[in-house]
């Protein structure tokens, strides 16, 4: 029966609330024709008015499976559950005589309820109060027209409309509740999505403060390290590759750096091409960003000299690291993204271009938080385009030969050998 009246094209609540609607009818349907058997059973004509309920009820919903037009089925069955059973009250003789029928008429404002909307239910409950009560005081006025029936009967049927109609409207809000229930179930999930898909590309402290406020979020930080990581002649490399390899390499490349990143609790900030950038102090500081981004470079390069499938690519990378003051926050209203801006950035994108192929190049801010623990080889006064002359370093590993970059690493292939082999 939930089929009846189902469109293809209906959502999965259309699709529900149609199914409640026909069902809750269906159960009403044998209810009407036991109630009109019974009263002409014992002579009352009143009988003939659950008879004609039923024929309505059942015509309309033969009409709703060809035209599936929901509005309309449930107008007609309030409108119909509604009139009958209160008005049978006035020849039946008012509320104790009616055996109370007339509170059958309550399922048309709590249809309003489950299958509109509260104003509609608001409606329907005010003129529902107005049948029930005026149907019963007409009938202690004018009725009973026909003989009274026996008072066993009228007390049995007073037990059978509470006992009957109570279990309709519960089964009625139970269905109701068990698919909102399902239905909020849903919805959860779907938040827990939206939300993943905010903090793939959001930190989290950030995510929040921008579902708490409708302002621009900058923040000032006065220590901060960056670092811009970028694949050493990678376009030529890639031309060679289909674009499904390219994406490909460049995916799984990237996913273990944003797995370094986030074992070092540090905030990758976006990829442009085939260059990396992370940062770390930021959007949480912390008094050993330059310590964390240099072990993370270090495990970068380490990487791309590993003998698993990076470092089988036989790809160099190409590492810059900068500290200082930064300013971050959300640009846009569409595809949000956290960004960086200031010298400090700009300045590590220079160490970055103006570095060596499987270096890690640093400035003087972050040489001077690193000496004390890793080993730096100068390289001297550079020419940098913008800033003119710069001091730079290069980031060996940390001292005492725990771990180093440079040193001691074999390299399985370059890229030239590479491309020979193609």
Known sequence: MALVGADPNDNEDLRARKALLVLISVLILPVSALWGALYLALGSPVGVVPLVYFGVLLGAIAVFSRTRDFPRLLLVSQIAILLAPTLSMIPLGGFVDSGGVGLWGILAPLGALVFSEVRSAARWYVAWLVVFLGSGIAGEVVGPIWPALPGWFTSTMLALNIAVGGTIVFTLLAVFASQRSDALAALRVEQEKAEDLL??????????????????????????????????????????????????????????????????????????GDCYMVAAGVPTPRTDHARALALMALDMLEAMRSNDELGHLGLELRAGINSGPVVAGVIGRKRFLYDLWGDVVNTASRMESYGAPGRIQITRPTYELLADEFECEPRGTITVKGKGEVEAWYLIGLRGGRRSAVKDRPRLSTLADRGRRS
């Open 199 to 272: 903090l793939n590309i959001l930190p989290r402290s950030i995510a929040d403060r921008l579902k708490a406020q409708t302002g621009p979020i900058a923040d000032q930080f006065e220590s901060a390290s960056i670092l811009f990581a970028d694949v050493v002649d990678f376009t030529p490399w890639s031309e060679r590759l289909a674009p499904s390899e390219v994406v490909g390499y460049l995916d799984h490349l990237f996913s273990h750096f944003d797995a370094l990143a986030e074992r070092y609790e540090l905030e990758k900030i976006k990829t442009i």
